[in-house]
C-alpha cells in the first residue's frame, strides 16, 4: 500500500530529490535525469528550469502530436 501512495505521490508532484544531470537535448526533447531514482524530468531552455507539471502535459501531447506526423 505504501508503494501506491509513494507513485501516486511522484506522479502528482514529481521527483523530489536534488542530485540531477544537466539538461540534455535528444530528438528535439530536453530533460534532466535525476541520477538518484532515473526519472527524466523535462526541462525548460526558455526560462532554464524545470517544466511545471500543466506544462508537462503540454511538452507530453505536442511530442505525440509530432510523433504521430513522423508516421
Known sequence: MSQFIHAAFESVFGCRHSNQSRPFTIRRRTYKVCLDCGR???????????????????????????????L
Open 40 to 70: 527524466e524530468l523535462p526541462y525548460s531552455l526558455a526560462t532554464m528550469s524545470p517544466l511545471k507539471v500543466r506544462d508537462r502535459e503540454a511538452a507530453v501531447r505536442v511530442a505525440g502530436t509530432a510523433k504521430a506526423g513522423a
